[in-house]
């Protein structure tokens, strides 16, 4: 049985069918996967911050974050997203456990270089595996919101595509970003492998833009430390983890060989 970082993006946590929760029990019942998800929730994250009337920045498609929006960014991700997600995965009789990088200092992270203009985001340094293997090896689905945790006990906000590129490499496993889009689009069709070569001349040419940056980014930075494969998935498609456990040719496989586009 091999483990599966599933990646949620929050342009589509409150979109998932049910089948998605439903496919995930099956497959970790039958025992062909141990999955751990990682959710995002940017979009819930804005939303309350205008409600607040706290303005919001991004450099780069990272949030810059200031005391006062690492105080909503926690509020939102590790408490309505996180028990959010835990809930529909109860609602299928799955043994769910919500937590966030700071619970048993799951994530540990240092700040990103050039604080100043980032404020709390921060990249992690290390990832608990004995926890996460315990709480797998007693059947729990661990459900991650990207905060993390440093040496000084401050709490640093992570990319959730980051954050899930971390654990991927540190177990060595497959990683699925489960998001709104089929895959990455260039004139409107899905590219169904894309290599570094590839995703560089895209983002110079903007064609890969946005949220998309940090996702390709993290998938590349996922394959170069060791996790075993990358893909982009749209979580709207019946069954679209299924597929991908199945090795079908859904989304975009990101390689970090040479790939011929002949
Ligand atoms: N070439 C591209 N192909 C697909 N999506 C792209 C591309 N360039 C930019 N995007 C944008 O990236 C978004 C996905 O990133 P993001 O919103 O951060 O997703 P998530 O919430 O799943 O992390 C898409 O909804 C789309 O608007
Ligand atoms: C540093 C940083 O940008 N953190 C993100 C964390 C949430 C996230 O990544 O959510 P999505 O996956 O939905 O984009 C943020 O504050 O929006």
Same mark, same amino acid.
Do not use: K, R, S
């Given at each position: 049985m091999s483990y599966l970082v599933i990646k949620c993006g929050g342009s589509i946590v409150d979109q998932l069918p049910e089948s998605f929760f439903q496919d995930l029990v099956n497959l970790q019942e039958t025992k062909k996967i141990k999955p751990i998800i990682v959710h995002g929730g940017g979009p819930m994250i804005t939303s309350q911050l205008k409600l607040m009337n706290v303005k919001t920045t991004f450099v780069n498609g990272l949030r810059v974050t200031t005391k006062e929006v690492l105080d909503v960014v926690e509020m939102v991700l590790s408490g309505s997203v996180n028990k959010k997600i835990v809930r529909r995965m109860i609602d299928q009789d799955a043994k769910a456990i919500g937590m966030s990088g700071i619970d048993g200092q799951l994530l540990e992270a240092t700040p990103i270089q050039d604080v100043a203009k980032y404020g709390f985001v921060g990249q992690i340094k290390k990832v608990n595996l004995e926890l996460i293997d315990s709480l797998l090896d007693q059947d729990y689905i661990p459900v991650i919101s990207p905060i993390a945790i440093g040496q000084d006990h401050q709490h640093y906000n992570i990319n959730a595509d980051v954050a899930a590129s971390a654990i991927a490499s540190s177990l060595q496993a497959p990683l699925c970003f489960i998001s709104d889009?089929? #895959? !990455?689009? !260039?004139n409107d069709e899905v590219l169904h492998y894309a290599d570094q070569v590839k995703i560089e001349q895209l983002i110079e040419d903007q064609t890969i833009n946005g949220g998309m940056i940090p996702k390709v980014q993290a998938a590349l930075d996922a394959l170069t430390a060791g996790a075993s494969e990358v893909s982009i998935v749209n #979580?709207?498609?019946?069954h679209a983890l299924f597929d991908f456990i199945q090795g079908e040719k859904i989304g975009t496989r990101i390689q970090l060989k040479e790939i011929s586009y002949a």
């Open positions: 889009i089929p #895959g !990455v689009l !260039v #979580g709207m498609d019946e």
